[in-house]
């Protein structure tokens, strides 16, 4: 069974940086896609950004310009980097891995953002 462990998060004030990883418990072959989800009080779960197996990105617009999405397929981890932070970006963070098969999900990171 493969395990999903986020990173990363934590108390930051705005217009900081912060940086979240994901990183497996094994090697994930046949991976679709990869992607960060966040999930802030009362409100459902949205898609922050993705990235394909080939490397294309695509972003939330609310997030564009300041998140940036990576991997590093050898090791299938990836990386949130969430520059410009506002108190608008507070949410559990999650990262979730789409394969030919079945899709993983991790625990999720806290990430809070004070005005």
């Known amino acids: 069974q493969v395990q999903l462990v986020e990173s990363g998060g934590g108390l930051v004030q705005a217009g900081g940086s912060l940086r979240l990883s994901c990183a497996a418990s094994?090697?994930?072959?046949?991976?679709?896609?990869m992607g960060w989800y966040r999930q802030a009080p009362g409100k459902e779960r949205e898609l922050v950004a993705s990235?394909?197996?080939?490397?294309?990105?695509d972003y939330a617009d609310t997030v564009k310009g300041r998140f940036t999405i990576s991997r590093d397929g050898a090791k299938s981890t990836m990386y949130l980097q969430m520059n410009s932070l506002i108190p608008e970006d507070t949410g559990v963070y999650y990262c979730?891995?789409?394969?030919?098969?079945?899709?993983?999900w991790g625990q999720g990171t806290q990430v809070t953002v004070s005005s």
């Open positions: 990235i394909t197996s080939s490397g294309r990105t």
């Open positions: 094994r090697t994930i072959f046949s991976i679709n896609n």
């Open positions: 979730v891995v789409r394969t030919a098969g079945p899709s993983y």
